[in-house]
Structure formats: C-alpha cells, structure tokens
C-alpha cells in the first residue's frame, strides 16, 4: 500500500524522486545528480515536506562532494555550495538540519556522509510508524474507540516523508485499525497538495476520503462534520507555535470555536528548541503567478498584487497536542516542547 511510494531514494550515486509537480496525472521520477537541480526540484516543489526535505538535504550533501570531485571545487565553492542547499526553502527546519546532521561527517569522507544520510532516511520511517501509533492511540483514547471523520491540510504522507508519513501516517494507522470513516482532505490552495497529493495516497491507500475547497474547512468544521483536525509541520518553536501550509490557522482556529481536537504530528526533526515561539520563523512567500495564474491560465487582471505566504504560524493556544515519534506533548495543558 501507500509505503511503497518513496518519495526519494539514493541510487547510483544520483538521488531520485518522484516528480511531484505532475502527480497525480502521470508517476515519473527525476534523477538528481547536481546540487543545482536538486535546489530547483526543491524550490518548484518536485520534491517537498519538511521530512523529505531533510533527507533531500543530507543526500544533497553527497551529490555536493561529489560534484566537488569532478568539478574541482574548492573548499571554500564547495561550503558556499552546501549553504545554497541548505538554504534553499527557508521556513521547514528539517531541510537544514539534514544538511547539518552530516556536514560535520565531510571530514570523514564520502561514505561516512552517504551512510548517515542513508541512516536519517532510515530512521525518519521508524519515526513515522511510531508517530501513527501514538497519533491513533491518542485520537481513540481523546474521542472515542469507533470509526473517525477527520480532516487533514496538504500534503503529509509518504510524498512528504521517506515513510508513511506524519499526519497522514495517523491517518493510516487508524485506517489499519478500521477506525477511519472518512478523510476531509482541503485541497490547499494554491498547489493543491491536498487534492493532487493526499487523495492521490488516500485513494490508492483505499481510505475514503472527499477533498473541499479549503474555505469549506471552517463550515465542515463547525457543522460536526469532523471529529478532529490533524496537520503536520515545517517548523515548530519551544511553545509548540507550529508552522505549516497556509490556511493551516485557519483550520486551528475553526477547531478551537467547535472545541475539537486540533493535532499537529511531526518528528522531532521539525522541532526548533532554538526559537522560544514563533514569531521568529521565516515565512516563506513564493511567486505571484501561483495565485494569478491556474495551470497557466491567467485568472486575475493583469499586473495584480498578491500575498502569497507558503505557510502561516498557528499559535500554541490553538493546538490541542503536538505529536512526535517519542510522545504526545500536551499543548492545551501548557506543556512546551
Ligand atoms: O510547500 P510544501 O508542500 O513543502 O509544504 C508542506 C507542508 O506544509 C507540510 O504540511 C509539512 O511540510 C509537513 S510534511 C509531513
């Protein structure tokens, strides 16, 4: 089922990852074998979900001292080349702390680099499965033992992880279980993660599942229609401030009105202890032809202004519970991360 998609492997000395731009009208896989296209497949979203990211980073790493290799980089185009990577999507953590799990490794050479990256792939499944298990306990235990509505924002599956994922590994597991009614998947404008990507793992996973604009959430919300929310995330601060796709606040404060449960489920590689809230993490804003233009047709007057963040930062106040591979942190009693 749905863990057979791998979203991104190494392979020959090259990463590959399934092109997620052309999901779900056509399955290919990208070979990435120079830091530059890994960037670029990065900033278009072909590869995409803080959990991904991070792998992408460490792999990126490899592919870096072997270009430097051939390339004849020096040490300094080298380092310049790494922090680029790093760089490349600001808000999700998990892409530089890929990047810094094992640039301290170069020293060591190229295998010991390629063996740890391989080991944060490895670990970052385990950490999927461990994350569905504690997200579905604490789901049946909150509401009740009996099949779920549940409603769920982007995309945080096996496309966003090397596994089954965050959110949607929740999602799974309790679909394992025989606990899943139904899966309100919002289609999560403007990339459509939600539609393109989720129901595209829902539907081949067999999970019933309908997909609504996201402006549908609050009122799906509000009128009963789901037990609790779940969402993943990009980057959470130490007061449990979670940043996630935009319309994702939306979503916590439509939760907090119904007085439902409003989860956020991420590996502790999202966690940022550095940041004591979230008022500092950088939002990333992308490009106005996402929002003014549909599958290259212009939809707004010409020379319209946008605002168009990726992400937005749901407050602590707002989140019932963060859960992470090693447990769940009970946001709403004021416990922090
Ligand atoms: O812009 P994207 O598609 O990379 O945004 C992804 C999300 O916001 C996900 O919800 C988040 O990375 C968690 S993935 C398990």
Known sequence: MSSQIRSIQWRDDAIYVIDQTLLPTAEKTIEIKHVDQLISAIQKLAVRGA?????????????????????????????????????????????AWGVNQVRPLISQGREAVLNAAM????????????????????????????????????????????GTGTALGVIKELAKRGKIKEVFADETRPLLQGSRLTAWELSKAQIPYRIQPDGAAAMAILSGKVDAALIGADRIAKNGDSANKIGSLGVALACHIAKIPFLVVAPESSVDRSIADGSSIHIEIRADAEITHIAGKQMAPEGAKTFNPAFDVTPARFITAVITELRAYDIEAGESL
Do not use: F, K
């Open 119 to 162: 080991n944060l792939a490895q670990a970052d499944q385990l950490s999927n499965l461990a994350m569905g298990n504690i997200g579905a306990d604490w789901l049946l235990h909150r509401i009740g033992d009996r099949p779920l509505n549940l409603l769920t924002h982007c995309n945080t599956g096996s496309l966003a992880t090397t």
């Open 51 to 95: 959990p991904a990211l991070g792998v992408a980073g460490a792999y990126g790493v490899v592919l870096a001292l072997d270009e430097a290799a051939t390339a004849h980089w020096d040490s300094d185009r080298l380092s310049s080349e790494i922090d680029r990577l790093r760089d490349a999507r600001p808000t999700a953590v998990n892409l």
